[in-house]
T-cell receptor, first 113, second 110 residues
Framework: DAGITQSPRHKVTETGTPVTLRCHQT?????MYWYRQDPGHGLRLIHY???????DKGEVSDGYSVSRSKTEDFLLTLESATSSQTSVYFC????????????FGPGTRLTVL | GIQVEQSPPDLILQEGANSTLRCNFS?????LQWFHQNPWGQLINLFY???GTKQNGRLSATTVATERYSLLYISSSQTTDSGVYFC????????????FGAGTTVTVRA
């Protein structure tokens, strides 16, 4: 257990509403990631963070923003949710940069109607 | 970006059978991980294996980095082995960002 929690675990929302997902870790890891999982695509990187206030885009970042104001929390925001953002969202941490192994949280299932 | 291809896409096994899952990747990597996603959606780390061979119980994995592939072996399969198996890699110059394959869905029947 890498001490990663995600909230909420399930959410149903309507098109056009803002949504924020939270990833919380308890072990002071520097690197944190947001991925989305869709059928046929595996997981795809949305955004990642390499420190407080240091973030960068992944391969599917359009329509998403992130913030990291403290080490333990990494927030993913959908400013105006669309049906194409219905997905399962996973947060991950890099436990040890010299060993390069990522561990994943339990996921958040988001449905946009 | 780097391409990661997994085969086969689906696999149905009888309990007790052995199987091999394959992961091909298109560029040099400095990280390769195998994950098992169980029927509840949880992603479980199986192996961190950028090169060489590792074993963990009935599971083993081999990565031949120079030939850009990795194999995951499941021996004496059990119904609890059902789920989706993902291979994911970090390209050698890519700042710890994982690229995933589409996965192999394994169904083990009693």
């Amino acid at each position: 257990d890498a001490g990663i929690t995600q909230s909420p675990r399930h959410k149903v929302t309507e098109t056009g509403t803002p949504v924020t997902l939270r990833c919380h870790q308890t072990e002071n890891h520097r690197y944190m990631y947001w991925y989305r999982q869709d059928p046929g695509h595996g997981l795809r990187l949305i955004h990642y963070s390499y420190g407080v206030k240091d973030t960068d885009k992944g391969e599917v970042s359009d329509g998403y923003s992130v913030s990291r104001s403290k080490t333990e929390d990494f927030l993913l925001t959908l400013e105006s949710a669309t049906s194409s953002q219905t997905s399962v969202y996973f947060c991950a941490i890099l436990a040890d940069p010299s060993y390069n192994e990522q561990f994943f949280g339990p996921g958040t299932r988001l449905t946009v109607l | 970006g780097i391409q990661v291809e997994q085969s086969p896409p689906d696999l149905i096994l009888q309990e007790g059978a052995n199987s091999t899952l394959r992961c091909n990747f298109s560029d040099s990597v400095n990280n390769l991980q195998w994950f098992h996603q169980n029927p509840w959606g949880q992603l479980i780390n199986l192996f961190y294996i950028p090169s060489g061979t590792k074993q963990n119980g009935r599971l083993s994995a081999t990565t031949v980095a120079t030939e850009r592939y990795s194999l995951l072996y499941i021996s004496s399969s059990q119904t609890t082995d059902s789920g989706v198996y993902f291979c994911a890699v970090v390209r050698a110059s890519n700042d710890y960002k994982l690229s995933f394959g589409a996965g192999t869905t394994v169904t083990v029947r009693a």
